[in-house]
């Protein structure tokens, strides 16, 4: 009984360990922007800045603020993309720190 059980788990684990994988290259691939008066932010879900575009026309005293704005408007729609896909793959686990 205890065999089979092991079994499953160890089961259970290579197909979180694939779902994982799926996840890790989806995130790889995807895009999540966030504009904001002529300042764009493009970050994919490992959270790397993909793209920063400012409008020539963004007054230089506003640039700083909006740059950081939309970088982190931008990272948080990745941070939160991510989490809900774990929490999907989970199917459910009650695991800490996935909302």
């Given at each position: 009984m205890v065999f089979g059980q092991m079994g499953d788990m160890i089961?259970?684990?290579r197909e979180m360990q694939g779902k994982l994988k799926k996840i890790k290259e989806e995130l790889k691939n995807a895009r999540y922007e966030a504009e904001?008066?002529?300042?764009?932010a493009v970050v994919d879900g490992e959270m790397e800045i993909?793209?920063?575009?400012v409008s020539p026309t963004v007054a230089p005293n506003q640039m700083t603020k909006l740059v950081k704005e939309v970088v982190n408007e931008a990272l948080k729609k990745s941070k939160d993309d991510?989490?809900?896909?774990?929490?999907?793959?989970?199917?459910?686990?009650?695991?800490?720190?996935?909302?």
């Open positions: 089961k259970q684990a904001k008066f002529g300042v764009k993909k793209d920063l575009i991510a989490a809900k896909k774990l929490k999907e793959a989970a199917g459910g686990l009650n695991i800490p720190g996935l909302g």
